[in-house]
């Protein structure tokens, strides 16, 4: 089973960005599917997640500014991040995952191998 991301680019401040996430098998239909993030020597980010269902979740430095999607006939889920901050740059991760009964995100140990997003004029 695999994730594979792409979509990363340069883009200036301002800028939008469309991140793709191909996931390779069946499973990952019925799991949450998320966005992590991370720069050097800090901690990976989540970014946002979206149930099978279609319900969504988004952390609260990118509301407003991130959407996620996720088209299940592909098997694929989506991060168009538009209004892009420098501090917006890092290398984005595509994961596999579930809610906890106390609503929070848990990621399974399934990761892409990450797109890189720079924001620089």
């Known amino acids: 089973a695999q994730l594979v991301e792409s979509g990363g680019d340069l883009v200036q401040p301002g800028g939008s960005l469309r991140l793709a996430c191909a996931a390779s098998a069946s499973r990952f239909r019925g799991d949450v599917l998320a966005w992590y993030r991370q720069v050097p020597d800090n901690a990976r980010e989540w970014v946002a997640a979206?149930?099978?269902?279609?319900?969504?979740n988004l952390a609260d430095s990118v509301k407003g500014r991130f959407t996620i999607s996720r088209d299940s006939a592909s098997n694929m889920v989506f991060l168009q991040m538009n209004s892009l901050k420098p501090e917006d740059t890092a290398v984005y991760y595509c994961?596999?995952?579930?809610?906890?009964?106390?609503?929070?995100?848990?990621?399974?140990?399934?990761w892409g191998q990450g797109t890189q997003v720079t924001v620089s004029s």
């Open positions: 994961n596999a995952g579930y809610y906890t009964a106390s609503g929070h995100y848990a990621p399974y140990e399934y």
């Open positions: 979206i149930t099978p269902g279609h319900r969504t």
